[in-house]
């Protein structure tokens, strides 16, 4: 192509500093280098994840940045040693790498990688600045170069601007009630926040043969749509005077098998627990923070109760998440059903704006033409 290593001037959502809107730059980004690949994001979506650096960690270290991580691409260019993409392969951006060669990786337990946390060298400038790397993704922009070990190449009759969600969002629900949960045959369970991850989490309970599917939203608005992916019932903390999980335990019989927090909140993910039953019940944690630590009683896990935690649903994102487009495209799970608003890039503070109301479940933002 005529860009191969070259420096690309484009588009990107830069964010300067916490607080504040994101700014529309032209920026450059650098040519691959070994291992690398060069990407052209043709959609990306606006995630909580992103938010939570946004707003809510207040590391000023951590800017100026380009945010984003749910998206979907085209293979512009390809650094030195790159032998699995090429020119054109259409891909998925992963923000756990997978390496394939540490304990993690030849682990089937875990899709953990000893590299996944590591913040690779930014490839992005503006105005003479080095901008950070977010996630090893960066899609709020039109280029981004990702290390080939969070690459994940896909059907290429896959609709970009519908498969980047696979990206973040429903694999880390859905993967968390199958893979994770192990959610069984014929039994209850109870989610927590019926955002894209929560209703990717009921669509993943219902697909594991869940009898009963128990939605918790203080947003009554939301009920429908989780109907729409499974849920048989729905509760509104807000309804009743007592602890949602008392509420939970009535309507089933001492609590339920399974729940799932897609809030990440640490109250929340102490009332998942605490509506599971004793013995057997299984808790997981979905929703992401880390700036509070969450609390329970101990005997709350001695009666026999399991808590878990599950990053990107347990998927491992290389082999994993072209099964998950693969099963999109097979029509066996929704994604289409996610998207509420589309947007364009120019669009971004919009985007995060209707996310911090809680008045979208997922915006997709086209970001470049295919």
């Given at each position: 192509?005529?860009?191969?290593?070259?420096?690309?001037?484009?588009?990107?959502?830069?964010?300067?500093?916490?607080?504040?809107p994101?700014?529309?730059?032209?920026?450059?980004?650098?040519?691959?280098?070994?291992?690398?690949?060069?990407?052209?994001?043709?959609?990306?979506?606006?995630?909580?994840?992103?938010?939570?650096?946004?707003?809510?960690?207040?590391?000023?270290?951590?800017?100026?940045?380009?945010?984003?991580?749910?998206?979907?691409?085209?293979?512009?260019?390809?650094?030195?040693?790159?032998?699995e993409?090429?020119?054109?392969?259409?891909?998925?951006?992963?923000?756990?790498?997978?390496?394939?060669?540490?304990?993690?990786?030849?682990?089937?337990?875990?899709?953990?990688?000893?590299?996944?946390?590591?913040?690779?060298?930014?490839?992005?400038?503006?105005?003479?600045?080095?901008?950070?790397?977010?996630?090893?993704?960066?899609?709020?922009?039109?280029?981004?170069?990702?290390?080939?070990?969070?690459?994940?190449?896909?059907?290429?009759?896959?609709?970009?601007d519908?498969?980047?969600?696979?990206?973040?969002?429903?694999?880390?629900?859905?993967?968390?009630?199958?893979?994770?949960?192990k959610?069984?045959p014929g039994?209850?369970?109870?989610?927590?926040?019926?955002?894209?991850v929560?209703?990717?989490?009921v669509?993943?309970?219902?697909?594991?043969?869940?009898?009963?599917?128990?939605?918790?939203?203080?947003?009554?608005?939301?009920?429908?749509?989780?109907?729409?992916?499974?849920?048989?019932?729905?509760?509104?903390?807000?309804?009743?005077?007592?602890?949602?999980?008392?509420?939970?335990?009535?309507?089933?019989?001492?609590?339920?098998?399974?729940?799932?927090?897609?809030?990440?909140?640490?109250?929340?993910?102490?009332?998942?627990?605490?509506?599971?039953?004793?013995?057997?019940?299984?808790?997981?944690?979905?929703?992401?923070?880390?700036?509070?630590?969450?609390?329970?009683?101990?005997?709350?896990?001695?009666?026999?109760?399991?808590?878990?935690?599950?990053?990107?649903?347990?998927?491992?994102?290389?082999?994993?998440?072209?099964?998950?487009?693969?099963?999109?495209?097979?029509?066996?799970?929704?994604?289409?059903?996610?998207?509420?608003?589309?947007?364009?890039?120019?669009?971004?503070?919009?985007?995060?704006?209707?996310?911090?109301?809680?008045?979208?479940?997922?915006?997709?933002?086209?970001?470049?033409?295919?």
């Amino acid at each position: 192509m005529a860009t191969d290593g070259k420096i690309i001037k484009c588009k990107a959502a830069v964010a300067w500093e916490p607080n504040k809107p994101l700014v529309i730059e032209e920026i450059e980004v650098a040519p691959p280098q070994t291992n690398e690949v060069r990407i052209k994001i043709v959609a990306t979506a606006v995630c909580h994840t992103d938010l939570h650096h946004l707003l809510e960690t207040q590391e000023k270290d951590g800017f100026p940045v380009v945010l984003g991580h749910e998206a979907a691409g085209i293979v512009e260019s390809v650094g030195p040693g790159v032998t699995e993409f090429q020119p054109g392969d259409k891909v998925i951006p992963l923000f756990i790498s997978q390496c394939e060669e540490c304990r993690f990786c030849k682990s089937p337990k875990t899709n953990q990688c000893e590299k996944a946390w590591v913040t690779p060298e930014s490839r992005f400038t503006c105005k003479g600045k080095k901008v950070l790397q977010f996630s090893g993704t960066s899609t709020f922009s039109e280029y981004t170069v990702v290390n080939q070990m969070a690459v994940a190449k896909i059907d290429p009759t896959a609709p970009l601007d519908k498969v980047c969600l696979l990206g973040c969002g429903i694999c880390t629900g859905y993967g968390a009630a199958v893979n994770t949960a192990k959610v069984e045959p014929g039994s209850t369970c109870a989610v927590f926040g019926m955002g894209a991850v929560g209703l990717a989490a009921v669509m993943g309970c219902k697909a594991a043969g869940a009898k009963r599917i128990i939605a918790v939203d203080i947003n009554p608005d939301k009920f429908e749509k989780a109907k729409e992916f499974g849920a048989t019932d729905f509760v509104n903390p807000k309804d009743h005077s007592k602890p949602v999980s008392k509420v939970l335990s009535e309507m089933t019989d001492g609590g339920v098998d399974f729940s799932l927090e897609c809030v990440g909140n640490v109250g929340v993910m102490r009332s998942a627990l605490e509506s599971c039953i004793q013995g057997w019940g299984v808790s997981v944690i979905v929703g992401w923070t880390d700036l509070e630590d969450f609390s329970a009683r101990p005997v709350q896990l001695i009666a026999g109760r399991t808590w878990k935690g599950s990053a990107f649903g347990g998927f491992k994102g290389k082999q994993d998440v072209p099964q998950m487009v693969k099963k999109y495209l097979d029509k066996k799970i929704k994604v289409d059903e996610f998207i509420t608003h589309t947007m364009t890039l120019d669009q971004v503070n919009d985007a995060i704006e209707l996310m911090k109301q809680g008045k979208c479940i997922r915006t997709v933002m086209t970001v470049s033409s295919q």
